[in-house]
């Protein structure tokens, strides 16, 4: 019986041209799904930048069955259970020097939104309330709450929703074709671009009125934005300069994408704050988490009226027990696995065979780290995101791979567990599509 599509309105999703042919999975396993129609498909793209381990891991997956067999929840405001203490502290361990205070949620939305409520309570507990600004970049995904939003810097994910949190600014973004082309990890041009933020943007609105700056370290969703070489150092030593809070929105750079636990780790640049979900569980629950600088939970801690709560803020599935279960076990395999020291390990040949798109039709920007990269081409005239969209579905009902793509750049970010044969699976079948197309 064909399946009745009319009910579901799907998020992010063409919802009419997707239901006139629909794009459906029934299973995954490692590397591959199974399509509806049993075709095995190569996942280029870790599902949704989250499977990072690869898919149904036996030891996620059975962790999570005997959690929901032991105990399905436990209320998480003013009561608790262990396995959310276990996952924090798990996380904490994972996490740069400094930071090990644990905030769950469920997704990254809600991580960046909690983020920037946490850093305007924290400067108010100071007694620095006037830092009500917030600052993110073009081009900026952090989700889309009306924190997360506001923030971002993506007009079609603003504009139909009102005026949202006016107290926001934004950065331009550090992609520059025109120098970087076809760069091979970081751009070399462009450090400056960070000299912004101070120049133009405290300089208008008075240093003193902005409480937080948050940044993907490599923006992931409008395409993969890599920072040229010293770019994120810079906004580092702006935001001390002036008591400004740096949060790292690395829902889809942490828990390896880089080679490293975080890109904070890669980068050697440690913010004040992680957003992090998707790798967190393996995509096999949904999680997200804050994890906080221990000096911003105490200030929380010392200032908050004795026994009273001191965060107003969280949400009935914080520490849920099965997204719990699922980080420790997704955290122990990175960790016995070395996961990340697999995907450092295979990023050269990564990066080596995307390289070799070059000089193929329409592809007029190659760019890559770790094993996450960007593959930009012209886009067809009048009918900007067409060509992409086309590659995507050829390569999907043609190739037996699942790519992804924004506006017309391809993104490809596998599960940390490819192998070398599947790259070159992987960037022949987008080379043999690119070619084909008009
Ligand atoms: C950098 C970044 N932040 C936030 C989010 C939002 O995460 P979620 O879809 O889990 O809410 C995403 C999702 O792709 C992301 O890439």
Redesign the pocket.
């Known amino acids: 019986m064909p399946i009745d599509t009319s009910h579901y309105w799907m998020p992010f999703t063409a919802n009419r041209q997707f239901k006139a042919r629909p794009r459906l999975m029934k299973a995954a396993a490692g590397m591959y799904y199974t399509a509806e129609d049993g075709r095995q498909i190569l996942d280029g793209t870790a599902g949704?930048?989250c499977v990072n381990a690869g898919h149904a891991h036996p030891k996620i997956t059975e962790q999570i069955i005997a959690q929901v067999q032991t105990l399905d929840f436990a209320p998480p405001f003013q009561m608790g259970h262990a396995k959310a203490f276990e996952a924090a502290t798990a996380l904490a361990h994972m996490a740069p020097e400094g930071l090990n205070r644990v905030f769950f949620c469920n997704?990254?939305?809600?991580?960046?939104d909690t983020a920037l409520k946490m850093a305007l309570a924290y400067h108010r507990m100071r007694g620095d309330g006037l830092r009500t600004k917030l600052i993110g970049r073009e081009r900026g995904?952090?989700?889309?709450g009306f924190g997360?939003i506001a923030v971002g810097g993506i007009a079609g994910n603003r504009k139909h929703f009102g005026p949202s949190i006016s107290a926001v600014d934004h950065l331009r973004h550090p992609l520059d074709i025109s120098r970087n082309a076809f760069s091979r990890g970081l751009p070399l041009h462009g450090a400056e671009l960070a000299d912004e933020f101070e120049q133009r943007l405290l300089a208008l609105h008075d240093p003193t009125t902005v409480a937080a700056l948050i940044v993907?370290p490599v923006q992931?969703?409008t395409g993969v934005i890599i920072p040229p070489k010293g770019y994120l150092e810079k906004l580092r030593t702006i935001c001390d300069k002036y008591g400004i809070l740096l949060i790292f929105?690395e829902?889809?750079t942490g828990f390896g994408r880089l080679g490293s636990a975080f890109a904070a780790d890669y980068f050697g640049v440690i913010p004040d704050l992680i957003?992090c979900?998707?790798g967190l569980t393996n995509a096999a629950a949904p999680m997200?988490a804050v994890i906080a600088k221990q000096s911003i939970h105490d200030v929380f801690m010392q200032s908050a009226p004795e026994n009273g709560i001191e965060f107003y803020h969280g949400y009935t599935y914080s520490g849920h027990p099965l997204a719990c279960a699922a980080a420790i076990a997704t955290m122990q395999v990175y960790h016995d696995e070395k996961l990340f020291e697999r995907a450092a390990s295979m990023s050269a040949a990564f990066e080596q065979a995307a390289h070799q798109l070059k000089g193929l039709p329409h592809v007029k920007d190659i760019r890559n780290l770790g094993l996450v990269c960007g593959i930009e081409l012209e886009p067809l005239a009048g009918k900007p995101t067409a060509r992409a969209y086309e590659v995507f579905e050829r390569c999907f009902w043609e190739k037996n791979l699942l790519i992804r793509t924004t506006g017309d750049i391809i993104a490809i970010s596998p599960p940390l567990i490819i192998n070398h044969e599947q790259i070159g699976t992987l960037f022949s079948t987008l080379a043999e599509v690119i070619q084909s197309i008009k």
């Open positions: 949704l930048w997704s990254g939305s809600e991580a960046v995904y952090h989700g889309v997360g993907e992931g969703s929105d829902v889809i957003c979900a998707k997200g």
